[in-house]
């Protein structure tokens, strides 16, 4: 079971500091696999303030070449350097709002594990699309991708993400997730995380789904004591 935060463009390095030093003050792993996924700035103060907690830091973009003339991207060997150990890709706002696609995510997930990072992979349906019964068309399109990219990897983990859920407040019921999930599981042989809205209140009931394996928490994670409850309840629903 993996609870993994998603920060997005929250925290610089002196907040990061600060959280992540109360953060292993409330959260011990212990039976759980535990991440945070911090903007690039604040990696350093992320992989610094965690070392030795069990608590592993991950960067939440990374591009597919080492290096070159990319202006305003970070490479994956770069990120390993700094003690990252893995990275989500293709994200629905990097894909609604940054131009991503299911190729370049593609792209960036292979490049990622060939350096040996972990890679949460995120894919997703968009509402019209659910209303026009195509999620699991979408998701297979999506999901193809980066498998065609990646092949099989130990290091290789999906998040699904509708995104009608995301930042809303509105959840999958369990009942979508666990439909969705069990049909990605058809498609990919990986952990699949779900992702759209879960707080404390609805982490143990998402995370009790046969084919729930975790979760990616955005606006959640962002305090300390509501990431460390949907923990716990990753925590109670795993032993
Ligand atoms: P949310 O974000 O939990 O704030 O809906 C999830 C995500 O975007 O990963």
Same mark, same amino acid.
């Given at each position: 079971?993996? &609870?993994?935060?998603?920060?997005?463009?929250?925290?610089?390095?002196?907040?990061?500091?600060?959280?992540?030093?109360?953060?292993?003050?409330? !959260?011990?792993?212990?039976?759980?696999?535990?991440?945070?996924?911090?903007?690039?700035?604040?990696?350093?103060?992320?992989?610094?303030?965690?070392?030795?907690?069990?608590?592993?830091?991950?960067?939440?973009?990374?591009?597919?070449?080492?290096?070159?003339?990319?202006?305003?991207?970070?490479?994956? =060997?770069?990120?390993?350097?700094?003690?990252?150990?893995?990275?989500?890709?293709?994200?629905?706002?990097?894909?609604?709002?940054? +131009?991503?696609?299911?190729?370049?995510?593609?792209?960036?997930?292979?490049?990622?594990?060939?350096? +040996?990072?972990?890679?949460?992979?995120?894919?997703?349906?968009?509402?019209?699309?659910?209303?026009?019964?195509?999620?699991? /068309?979408?998701? +297979?399109?999506?999901? =193809?991708? &980066?498998?065609?990219?990646? +092949?099989?990897?130990?290091?290789?983990?999906?998040?699904?993400?509708? !995104?009608?859920?995301?930042?809303?407040?509105?959840?999958?019921?369990?009942?979508?997730?666990?439909?969705?999930?069990?049909? &990605?599981?058809?498609?990919?042989?990986?952990? &699949?995380?779900?992702?759209?809205?879960?707080?404390?209140?609805?982490?143990?009931?998402?995370?009790?789904?046969?084919?729930? /394996?975790?979760?990616?928490?955005? =606006?959640?994670?962002? /305090?300390?004591?509501?990431?460390?409850?949907?923990?716990?309840?990753?925590?109670?629903?795993?032993?």
């Amino acid at each position: 079971m993996l &609870i993994a935060g998603n920060w997005k463009l929250f925290k610089g390095p002196t907040e990061t500091s600060e959280f992540c030093a109360e953060l292993r003050r409330h !959260v011990v792993p212990n039976g759980i696999d535990v991440v945070v996924c911090v903007p690039f700035v604040s990696l350093v103060a992320a992989v610094t303030a965690l070392d030795g907690s069990g608590v592993r830091v991950f960067a939440q973009n990374a591009h597919w070449q080492e290096t070159g003339p990319y202006t305003g991207e970070v490479a994956a =060997g770069m990120l390993a350097e700094l003690g990252v150990t893995g990275t989500i890709v293709g994200h629905s706002e990097r894909r609604q709002l940054f +131009g991503e696609t299911d190729e370049t995510a593609a792209r960036r997930a292979a490049h990622a594990l060939a350096s +040996g990072l972990d890679v949460i992979a995120c894919v997703g349906e968009l509402e019209a699309e659910r209303d026009e019964e195509l999620t699991e /068309d979408v998701l +297979g399109r999506q999901v =193809g991708a &980066i498998i065609e990219a990646t +092949g099989a990897s130990p290091r290789l983990t999906i998040a699904y993400e509708p !995104v009608w859920a995301i930042g809303t407040g509105k959840t999958a019921t369990p009942e979508q997730a666990q439909s969705a999930h069990a049909f &990605i599981r058809t498609l990919v042989d990986a952990p &699949i995380l779900y992702g759209g809205s879960v707080k404390p209140e609805n982490a143990a009931v998402l995370l009790g789904e046969p084919d729930v /394996d975790g979760a990616l928490v955005g =606006g959640a994670s962002l /305090d300390v004591d509501s990431f460390a409850a949907i923990c716990a309840a990753a925590r109670s629903v795993s032993v």
